[in-house]
């Protein structure tokens, strides 16, 4: 028995842990609220957490979404904490950035709702920047222009520079679509610079980015790293403070963590061995882990 237990096929381990983590998405309530977006003058740089790895930026006076996902589902998989921030109660959108095509980064039916609202408010819908060969998801949804980009591609959009950055994921949205791309963004005002990671391992390419573009605020993920075979794809927590350490950024806002399950680890573990490992350094002052719908502001 434990022979043939041993031998089981891939897709059948895998296809039982994700039975098993549909499961426990449905053993809570979903916790926390909505709440309105605050919102800064033209000068301020805001950071909006929505959940996951959604936030609402305002930076040279422009309002951007990057990686918006408020769906409660996706599919089968339920979310634990309310989005911080709703589409409707936001502002008109200048630009959507998206990281990759995974469900939990590219959800069609937020894109939808946030084109939608921005017609509705301004009479035309926001620009999108998506990495190469995903243009193909989003086209339906009447974006006023799609910038599609490379790692290290730059391109001007909604007035804002925005250049593609590596990272050390995948970007199929299912299985046999390996042509997508996948990668982060440093976005730039004239004023700040911010960088989004998107879903990533440790890699060398941290200090290159900083090197290269000097982000001012850094968003990085903590969390689905556990089993450790996680992390050829995620960071752990202390992984996404060498990160940080290496861009050489002033603030640290962490993400991926707390709104899906799709790790092993315990929901609220990621933050405490941030904190942890932060304040070992004696960095811990530039961690600023937000909760959903409050906002950083520089």
């Not at 031998?7 to 709440?35: A, C, D, N, W």
């Not at 003058?41 to 951007?64: D, K, P, W, Y």
């Not at 974006?143 to 290290?152: M, S």
Request: a positive charge.
């Amino acid at each position: 028995m434990n022979r043939l237990w041993r031998h089981r096929p891939f897709p059948v381990t895998k296809m039982e842990q994700l039975l098993r983590l549909v499961r426990e998405s449905y053993e809570q309530p979903i916790q926390g609220e909505s709440r309105p977006a605050e919102l800064v003058s033209a000068n301020e740089l805001g950071v909006t957490f929505i959940g996951h790895s959604s936030f609402f930026l305002q930076v040279g006076g422009r309002n951007v979404l990057i990686d918006p996902v408020f769906a409660t589902r996706l599919v089968v998989l339920r979310r634990q904490r309310h989005p911080g921030l709703l589409p409707e109660d936001l502002p008109p959108i200048d630009l959507v950035l998206v990281t990759h095509a995974h469900m939990d980064h590219l959800d069609l039916s937020s894109l939808r709702r946030v084109v939608r609202s921005t017609r509705r408010q301004r009479g035309r819908a926001p620009e999108i920047v998506v990495p190469k060969g995903v243009d193909d998801l989003v086209a339906r949804f009447g974006f006023r222009r799609t910038h599609t980009l490379e790692w290290w591609q730059q391109t001007e959009a909604a007035g804002l520079n925005v250049t593609m950055t590596p990272c050390q994921h995948w970007g199929a949205r299912m299985f046999r679509d390996t042509h997508r791309g996948y990668g982060g963004y440093v976005l730039q005002s004239a004023r700040h610079s911010i960088y989004h990671s998107g879903d990533t391992a440790y890699f060398n390419g941290f200090s290159e980015i900083g090197r290269r573009l000097k982000p001012e605020v850094a968003l990085l993920p903590i969390g689905a790293y556990f089993p450790d075979t996680y992390r050829v794809v995620h960071t752990s927590p202390e992984e996404a403070v060498r990160g940080f350490v290496e861009l050489g950024a002033r603030w640290m806002v962490p993400m991926h963590y707390g709104t899906f399950r799709l790790g092993r680890e315990p929901m609220d573990e990621p933050l405490q061995r941030l904190h942890a490992e932060a304040e070992r350094l004696g960095i811990d002052s530039q961690v600023k882990a937000l909760e959903e719908g409050e906002i950083f502001r520089l």
